[in-house]
């Protein structure tokens, strides 16, 4: 299938590495292998990164990596984000996210926690989503001493991490806490029915297409799976109504596009705030193309509506 690209993006196409996920090691050693030559050049000037881990009752510790600006916090405390990293429940780390973490913490002055949760098929669902709940309360537990303000947390993620903070919202919500302020779901992965029309067409597109969502979704529910949880597969959530404020972003040719839309749309209808970007001429994971316009536009939309939603000042 033919698609129209965005002419800053169509020509680079072909340079992209091929999305798979038939081979999972395969899979998760091609994303170790782009992520670190580009994490060498991360610039953490003013932002301590520190390892710590996430110790529960039922589940192995969780390691989690945090970004928290030098010095001391503000009267009142910083803003946070529970950051998750993408990787259709498959593949990737916390290494991920170093240079989105590091410019939020920084532009921000907000603390920013990823948290490394256990990945499929090894872990289906809900060990994924169980960390990053685990995560999330750790932060509020440890508001004071890092000098976060309990009221501005928020949560987020792309990909599949878009889809997870949707899960934990709906989580914190269900059981009454923590609390949420806010909620970014980037090009989210939501639905498991794989039935919208985007998901359908889009079978050959870059880095992602309807092969890949069948097999990552088979992964993170277990082969077989009959009952499917709307916090494994948020679109099918019958009630949105009571969620945080929302900034959800969708691409013209993903997959993904429709299932973000809709629960934007559906979120809308029960009464939560929701901002809505969806970008002409782009793919899942065209942002990797930073020089092109509607991926600086993209990215600068992103961190102006976090720092909305967090209540961070403005710069």
């Known amino acids: 299938m033919t698609y ?5 993006l169509a020509p680079l196409v072909e340079l992209l590495p091929a999305g798979d996920l038939t081979d999972v090691d395969a899979a998760r050693a091609g994303i170790a292998a782009l992520i ?10 003013g932002i301590d990164v520190s390892d710590d881990a996430v110790i529960g009752t039922d589940a192995p510790p969780v390691t989690i990596r945090v970004y928290a600006p030098s010095g001391p916090a503000p009267d009142g405390g910083r803003p946070a984000l529970l950051d998750i990293h993408g990787g259709g429940f498959v593949v990737g780390s916390i290494d991920m996210e170093h240079a989105f973490a590091t410019q939020v913490a920084r532009e921000l002055d907000a603390v920013v926690v990823v948290p490394e949760y256990r990945l499929a098929p090894e872990h289906p669902f809900p060990a994924g ?3 990053c709940y685990a995560t999330l309360t750790w932060i509020h537990e440890r508001a004071a001493a890092l000098g976060i303000d309990p009221a501005r947390i928020g949560v987020g993620g792309q990909s599949a991490g878009g889809g ?11 059981r009454g806490g923590p609390a949420l302020c806010f909620q970014f779901l980037g090009i989210p992965e939501l639905d498991h029915r794989l039935t919208t029309t985007s998901m359908q067409t889009f079978v050959d597109t870059p880095l992602w297409h309807r092969a890949n969502a069948v097999l990552s979704w088979q992964y993170y ?3 077989g799976a009959t009952e499917v949880s709307p916090y494994a597969s948020p679109a099918i959530a019958t009630d949105l109504a009571g969620l945080p404020p929302a900034y959800v972003s969708t691409m013209e040719f993903d997959p993904l596009r429709d299932e973000g839309i809709v629960y934007a749309l559906r979120m809308m209808e029960a009464g939560v705030s929701v901002e809505l970007h969806s970008y002409p001429g782009t793919f899942h994971g065209s942002a990797m193309i930073p020089t092109a316009e509607v991926s600086r536009r993209g990215h600068a939309e992103v961190v102006d509506a976090l720092r909305r939603g967090l209540g961070a000042p403005s710069t």
Do not use: C, S, W, Y
């Open 221 to 223: 529910l277990g082969m």
């Open 164 to 174: 997870l903070a949707a899960a934990t919202a709906l989580l914190a919500r269900d």
């Open 36 to 45: 670190a030559p580009l994490n060498d050049g991360v610039d953490t000037a």
């Open 129 to 131: 989503l169980d960390d």
């Open 4 to 8: 129209a690209f965005d002419p800053e």
